[in-house]
């Protein structure tokens, strides 16, 4: 069989438990859910990281975030580590991007790297296909240029804005926050995206149905701030249209960006917590809405049958949950239990749930391991990868999915501290840096049990000392803290952290680290990163 098409989409921020797939009782997934149940579901996915940077770094290399070392918006690949396009790319593939998160499609950090074609969807000006152009020839040419011309001369402006603090505190003033949210497309343009993803694939079918593609996707929906269209708010929250004190709880969240990441220094009051939870459901529905454009696509298209697709999140995120907000600072389910979906015809079981816990860096084992699949391209690989070309098979995904899972049922996170936010913190509420450790490095580990017919068990660490057990099966919500109970456990959770710690530390030193972003020199990118929270 030729090589497959693979398709790789990161529904960014995405919370499993959201999912109908993943046992939500709203329609928030129908299209999903329907994907889901046509291909295999693991239900115990888990991200090796609780937030952007880490978590897709993990997902282009294969590695955890220790080993891999770029943990903050400030650090970058190293240029020798293999990344995920570029292999891709030397295989044969032709690789293309469609990402609405400038974090991952506008920092320079490598991540970009091995993409013939990278179409970012965020900012004042982004990046799109020609076809997604709304002006007629010749006019789009010139609209382009001029497009090119204001990115050019926004630079200096925004170098201002973005070395004046007081510019920066004026900016996040509640009536200048929603322009610049908007106008500037901090979530990107997920829905236009995803259709223009929709066009090229029908173009390619023309063009080159035969050449093997590498299609990666990130959707930015379900980020703050929630502003999902009426139909969908109505469909998940019909209340909110009649509410004005709902409506205004909605608008005050989404003009306060540093709330977006802070823990919380008051509980969410009922209200709150009801629109907030209703909103970010509102935003799934959306999502799902547009995915199914894309289904439906992916099912005409003559290569049907040759295709891979891999649907996860990178992370999830905090709502109010354990008394956080966002994804910067704990390891607890609502932020590193992510969905995780496999999807292609007659080679991936239909209907499967895998219930074995795996982490979700595995992706980058599992595509290249279905992209060698050939006699040559496997040989190719070889060449490429020259000794990792064994781990990468033996991590491959598809060993869990036939029963013989290569990492004993055990899957990893590791939380390094957006350590830009946490001087956001300082400058606002410093008081609550000691109160939530946000300077903290947590660490967590879930495997099966073996005394309590395999239910999963969750060990989390504190700058490595133990702190949390939680039973996953009985204890969804992680809020009976079952550490005393069973000592045995709760060390032979220890133990498979500490030799996790020691091997990943090991692969750090004998491969290169990562290396230091310069954000100096892009003002653009700043201000985009302060409106999505990562930066101060």
């Not at 030397?90 to 091995?114: A, M, S």
């Not at 997604?132 to 990115?151: C, G, I, K």
């Not at 603090?165 to 200048?176: C, E, G, Q, T, V």
């Amino acid at each position: 069989m030729d090589s497959p098409d693979i398709i790789f989409i990161v529904l960014d921020t995405q919370r499993a438990d959201r999912l109908g797939c993943y046992g939500h009782q709203r329609p928030t997934s129908p299209n999903l859910d329907r994907f889901a149940r046509e291909g295999t579901l693991f239900e115990q996915a888990v991200s090796p990281a609780q937030w952007t940077i880490p978590s897709h770094a993990s997902l282009f290399t294969g590695h955890y975030p220790t080993t891999h070392g770029v943990t903050q918006s400030s650090q970058s690949l190293n240029p020798d580590r293999p990344h995920l396009a570029e292999i891709m790319r030397r295989l044969g593939y032709d690789t293309i991007g469609f990402c609405n998160n400038p974090l991952v499609g506008v920092l320079n950090n490598g991540f970009k790297r091995g993409f013939q074609t990278f179409y970012n969807y965020g900012g004042a000006f982004p990046s799109v296909p020609d076809s997604s152009n709304p002006w007629p020839w010749p006019v789009d040419r010139l609209a382009e240029a001029y497009t090119q011309f204001l990115r050019r001369i926004s630079y200096p402006i925004q170098n201002f804005i973005g070395r004046s603090d007081l510019a920066f505190r004026i900016s996040l003033h509640a009536w200048l926050t929603p322009i610049w949210s908007k106008i500037a497309n901090f979530k990107g343009q997920n829905e236009r995206s995803v259709l223009d993803a929709v066009d090229y694939l029908a173009q390619r079918e023309e063009t080159k149905p035969d050449q093997p593609l590498f299609l990666f996707m990130n959707l930015m929906e379900t980020h703050l701030p929630f502003w999902a269209p009426a139909e969908f708010v109505d469909r998940i929250a019909p209340y909110f249209r009649q509410n004005k004190e709902a409506r205004e709880i909605m608008r005050t969240w989404n003009r306060e960006a540093y709330r977006w990441a802070a823990p919380l220094s008051e509980p969410l009051t009922e209200l709150e917590d009801r629109v907030i939870n209703d909103m970010y459901d509102a935003e799934v529905a959306y999502q799902d809405s547009y995915l199914g454009v894309l289904f439906e696509k992916l099912a005409q298209r003559q290569r049907r049958n040759n295709t891979l697709t891999v649907i996860v999140a990178d992370h999830g995120d905090g709502l109010g949950d354990h008394g956080y907000f966002g994804h910067a600072f704990v390891a607890y389910e609502e932020l590193v239990h992510v969905p995780l979906i496999a999807h292609w015809p007659g080679r991936v079981a239909a209907g499967e749930r895998i219930k074995t816990p795996v982490s979700t860096r595995r992706v980058f084992h599992t595509l290249l391991d279905a992209a060698a699949g050939t006699p040559e391209q496997s040989e190719a690989l070889d060449a490429i990868l020259d000794d990792a070309t064994a781990n990468v098979r033996r991590l491959s995904l598809r060993h869990t999915m036939n029963g013989r899972d290569p990492e004993q049922d055990t899957a990893f996170s590791e939380i390094y501290p957006p350590l830009n936010f946490v001087k956001a913190i300082e400058n606002r509420q410093p008081e609550l840096l000691t109160q939530f450790r946000c300077l903290s490095t947590r660490r967590a580990v879930v495997r099966p049990s073996r005394a309590d017919e395999g239910a999963p068990l969750k060990l989390i660490e504190v700058d490595e000392t133990p702190e949390e057990l939680y039973n996953l099966s009985t204890d969804p919500a992680e809020l009976a803290n079952i550490l005393g109970e069973n000592p045995a456990t709760s060390a032979a959770l220890e133990l498979a952290l500490e030799q996790m710690i020691q091997r990943v530390s090991r692969e750090r030193d004998a491969q290169p680290a990562g290396t230091t972003v310069d954000l100096d020199g892009d003002e653009l990118l700043r201000q985009r990163l302060r409106g999505l929270g990562y930066l101060e």
